[in-house]
């Protein structure tokens, strides 16, 4: 939210849709409740946002209610953030094709994504999209799949006013209210939006909806609940910067008491907005003549993960938990300047042991450092 | 030149070589003219060689990068793609994408003695470098080459070895853990050719190679002789997927083994591969 923060009345909040659709969005996702979640699907008017939907998320357990009201996005935030829409799950990269002769060539699979506007994106969604940014399109290596996919994004972020009790963004400093990365900020009150732009492509499109100036109470409103936001986050990590705590602890007791708890499954890797391994493959059609060579997401959980024919460099849940741990919230900072965790919540709702990982790393930093 | 990234080049195989009952070299060029041309690796990278239909491998490059020829590799057939690779021909064409990762400190050798121990087919990568240093003898001090190997039958090169032998100032010893008839040289693992190896302990830079027990054990043997740990550099392996940084699958701590590594200055990775797990 900013001074020149507008105010769209709930009546004619699908207007926002309209003027997406009017600079050249043909695709706009927004969040609507499917499969016992919230997920981004194409919508087209406001009617179909979760109206008076509240979630209920705890370490293993994610409910959906429907409640009084006529808010549209007071819950927290849903199994998937942005990541399948910029790193697709599974997808073809490349196909080969080999001739008659024998000769082997080779076309890039890039299709042209669909101009996308994705409405009521996180604030720690956005902080995840930015950490993927700089591991897919700002290293050595600019990833062209996930470069054209992200720049035919435009994002309307919206401040949370209803963190679940798994959420900790206050904590990594990486919400609730939209700060950066959106191109369009909104904060929800009973009445109706406050909009405000994050870029030129955001300004544009206020200036299409011409809407009259947000006033101070609306204003002071916002402000009143995004400090409500934070302060009624009641998980924390013990510190935004944990490499040191951690590396000295390599060898600390409590790897191996979540090692025990911890099935190894990976959904923690899958639901998170900012992992990003994959592994690769081919899918040779019947004919003989093309080959399809794929990504598909993987996760440091699985024994393919550190394979190396002879043996697997993390044999044991022990060790691929210690991974985990001590690549999101410690080597990330030596890779990309940040921890990997923006306090999103997700691997702690969606654990099907409920492990925690603020717990966890709390245990561990109790620990006394390795001899 | 082109980057790399995302598509592999037709590459057709030139010559190839059976080495031992799995190990085989191939020579590759590339098809594209204008590819083969500005193509340029340095010893210790390595290229990702794709089999049709099958996937994608990260091979390290034999050749000396200065050689106009084609390029070579030495593959040991362990797995799906690796036993596919074995059955190409003469003629038969594959993918390659690279040349990858940071290879060996050639400048940080020059002008200095060099001990290179490699296990098994850990010579693999040391190789370019031992001919890139051989071409240019005159740039480099004493030259020591450790080679162990599991069984006797497993040496590969051994016409090679012979012949580098006899250069002025290079000393060749060769051991294998079972030793057999046809087998002059040590029975045992490499360090213990570390006792009869000559390493000045000025000046002497340290390349090792091979599997992860065998290079550390021999580091506190080089410590022991006076080598500084920061002459000492290791080639490390991981499961690699993508070979560009973005799979995830090869780190090490905060490393990249793909684009950080192979090679690394030893006390920048001691801590890592000193643990298990990482
Ligand atoms: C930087 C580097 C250089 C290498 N240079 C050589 C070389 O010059 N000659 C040679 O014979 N081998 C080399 N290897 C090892 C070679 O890449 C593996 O033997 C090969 O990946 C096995 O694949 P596969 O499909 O045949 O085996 P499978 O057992 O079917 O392997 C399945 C997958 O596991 C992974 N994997 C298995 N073994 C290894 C391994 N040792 N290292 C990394 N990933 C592995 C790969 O992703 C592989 O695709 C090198 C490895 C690395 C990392
Ligand atoms: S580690 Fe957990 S809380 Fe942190 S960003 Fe990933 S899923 Fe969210
Ligand atoms: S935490 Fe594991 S799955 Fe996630 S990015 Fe790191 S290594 Fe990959
Ligand atoms: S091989 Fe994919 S990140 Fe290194």
Redesign the interface.
Known sequence: MDEHSVFLPRAEATRLLQALKGAGFDRILGPVAREGTLLFQPVKRWEELPMGIRDVQQPGSYRLQQQEGSRCFAWANGAQALKPLTFTPREIIWRAQRSVEGHLSFESAQESPEPTAVVGVRACDLAALDLQERHFMHGRFPDPWFRKRREALFLVGVSCSHPADTCFCASTGDGPAITRGHDLGMAELDEGYLLWAGTQAGRTLLERLDLDEATASQRRAVEKETHQATVTQSRTLPGRHLKQGLYERLQAGHWADVGERCLSCGNCTAVCPTCFCHMEMDEPALNGGTSEHLRQWSSCFNAEHSFMGHFVVRSDTRLRYRQWLTHKLGSWHEQYGRSGCVGCGRCITWCPVGIDITAEAHALLQEAPDA | MR?P??????ARITSRVQETRDIFSVKLEL?DPGIRETYRSYPGQYNML?L?????VPISIVSDPDDAGPLEHTIRA??RVTHGLERLRV?????LRGPYGRGWPLQAAQGRNVVVISGGLGCAPVVSMIRYMLRRRDDYGQITILQGVKHSNDLIWRRQYQEWEKIRDVQVLLASDQGGPQWPFSVGNVTVLMEKAIIPPEDTVAVLCGPEPMMKAAIPRLLERDVDPFHIWLSI???M??G??????C?V??H?IC?DGPVFRYPDIADWID????
Do not use: S
């Open positions: 980057e990234t995302d598509l592999p080049w037709e098809v794709y049709f239909g099958v996937g994608e362990v797995g003629g038969d064409t594959l993918g392996e991981r499961n997927q993508c560009i940084g973005h799979c995830g699958h780190q701590g905060p990249f684009q643990r298990e797990g990482f």
